[in-house]
């Protein structure tokens, strides 16, 4: 269980104060996929970016699994974060790296250096995503979706229990994102995950979601 409560966020810009969010109360079921929408601008990404604390709330509270998340400190956050996949608009793959580097980066990152257990676990993952045969390939040579795949794999990579979706099929071709969701649906029933999923369209939502926030 994901719970927000009371949450506000604000920026001081040029010692002007600009709220993000007001208020905001939310609960997500573990194993759930849940929706956020709203227009550009609604504080859709603030939200989701709460919830592994890459922003932390101005005011307001934040318990996942029933631990205080606000509460962590520099170890425990860590740790935590290793739970927390993301998957982003644009991919954010890294260009010089082939798709099993881009695949295996957070499970180095994690700590592990047996490139036998690396190499079993970007295999699983690829296979996964429908990309065993691509994994000797660089981002420059796949599509935008077989991008997104690869995205997909390395938010997987270190086992998360939460699975973070900023925008994640908004530079898709509609084939494409149908095939996308398809994916993430698959994903969750497959690993029990819950998946939290930023979008402005309402396509989306209609097709994988099981509850949704509108912002």
């Known amino acids: 269980m994901i719970h927000l409560s009371d949450i506000h966020k604000s920026y001081t810009v040029h010692k ?107 295999d699983e993952l690829l296979a996964l995503v429908g990309l065993s045969s691509h994994k000797l390939k660089y981002p420059k040579q796949l599509s935008g979706g077989e991008k997104q795949r690869v995205g997909i794999a390395r938010a997987l990579a270190n086992g998360p229990h939460i699975l973070l979706c900023d925008e994640a099929t908004s530079a898709l071709d509609p084939q494409t994102t149908r095939s996308i969701l398809q994916l993430l649906r698959e994903i969750n029933e497959k690993l029990k995950l819950t998946i939290v999923l930023i979008t402005h369209e309402m396509d989306v939502i209609r097709t994988i979601c099981d509850r949704v926030a509108v912002i």
Do not use: C, W, Y
């Open 16 to 122: 002007t104060t600009i709220p993000a969010l007001r208020g905001v109360d939310m609960s997500i079921v573990q194993g759930e996929i849940f929706g956020v929408i709203g227009h550009s601008g609604a504080g859709k990404s603030t939200l989701i970016r709460l919830i592994n604390l890459l922003e932390r709330p101005t005011q307001g509270s934040i318990t996942v699994g029933g631990e205080n998340i606000l509460a962590f400190d520099d170890r425990a956050l860590r740790n935590f974060r290793r739970k927390v996949g993301m998957i982003f608009q644009h991919f954010n793959l890294l260009s010089s790296k082939t798709v099993a580097d881009n695949v295996s980066f957070p499970i180095r990152i994690a700590g592990e250096k047996d490139e036998k257990k690396i190499n079993a676990r970007v």
